[in-house]
């Protein structure tokens, strides 16, 4: 991802004043394809002279680089999941508002302009009173025992792990579309492949969700990164008194109504 910031940063008229990477080595190497105009020794160097720092990191240093540069009053952009339990985000959130600085999840999937759309003819009124959403955020890339990666491992993604890594998307984008919170959740976790490299595997690849939000709709998600042959399929269908809306993240330019 810390590719996609720096494309984003340029194209916005910013500049990667610096990077810091897992090494000083690491960094050098990936100075260029990132454009990066100096590399840090460690974060905290990095910190000290950022405007605003961009966390791109695996989801277990979110919340540590995001409150060490919330304390030196700098502005965050945390990659989600924000933090790899509730109380942990929450308490970066309140540290970010005590400290007055700018800090926000790069929640893309909102910047579709259909889900611009879809949101908008919600707030009108034309979708009527919400009384059902539904969906599912299906990948294929841990289809395999061998298929592996840092966020298998509890201690580095989180012990949510489909759910925190794209369900999260899901979630949000019901919430940005609707305006309302999920209040409540009943969830059922399952894993599709007990061990990958040779350990075994405490994260979930599964998630069926049940929920309800405080503007009173039930709803349902599946969540899952081992649906063969999906490859990054969000879907979002949200119903009202009076109209339907559908966002299929794999068909951008279309809103079904
Ligand atoms: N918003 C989105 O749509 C989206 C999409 C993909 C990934 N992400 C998020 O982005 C984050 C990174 O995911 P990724 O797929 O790019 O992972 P990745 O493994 O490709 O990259 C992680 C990077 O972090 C670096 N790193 C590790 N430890 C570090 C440290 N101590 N200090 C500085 N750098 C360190 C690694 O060298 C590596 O370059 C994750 O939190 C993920 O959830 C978000």
């Known amino acids: 991802m810390g590719r996609v910031h720096s494309h984003a940063i340029a194209v916005a008229g910013g500049e990667v004043a610096g990077i810091a990477g897992s090494s000083p080595e690491r960094a050098r190497e990936a100075a260029d394809s990132l454009r990066a105009a100096e590399v840090f020794d460690d974060t905290d160097e990095l910190i000290a002279a950022a ?21 030196a009053g700098k502005h965050v952009v945390c ?41 908008a003819r919600v707030a009108a ?29 509890a201690d580095k993604g ?16 019901l919430e940005f579309v609707t305006g ?18 040779g350990r075994e595997v405490a994260t979930e690849d599964i998630v069926t969700l049940q929920f309800v939000t405080d503007g009173g ?11 063969a042959g999906r490859k990054n399929r969000l879907f979002l269908e949200v119903s009202g008194s009076r109209a339907t809306v559908a966002f299929d993240q794999e068909q951008p330019e279309t809103l079904w109504l």
């Open 51 to 71: 405007d605003v720092v961009h966390i791109c990191t695996p989801n277990h240093l979110h919340a540590p680089l995001a409150l060490a540069a919330i304390a």
């Open 79 to 119: 990659e989600k999941p924000l933090a790899t339990d509730a109380a942990t985000a929450q308490a970066m959130t309140e540290a970010a508002r005590e400290a007055g600085v700018v800090a926000s999840v790069p929640f893309v999937y909102r910047f579709h302009p259909m889900v611009r759309e879809a949101r």
């Open 125 to 153: 009124g034309e979708v009527g009173r919400l009384t059902l959403a539904h969906g599912s955020y299906l990948q294929d890339w841990l289809l395999r025992p061998e298929d592996d990666n840092w966020r298998v491992d």
């Open 158 to 173: 989180g012990a949510l792990r489909a759910f925190g890594d794209i369900g999260s998307h899901w979630c949000d984008l």
């Open 180 to 197: 309302d919170r999920i209040t409540a959740v009943s969830a059922q976790l399952a894993k599709a492949n007990a061990t990958r490299g």
């Open 217 to 227: 709709m039930v709803g349902s998600t599946v969540v899952s990164q081992v649906s």
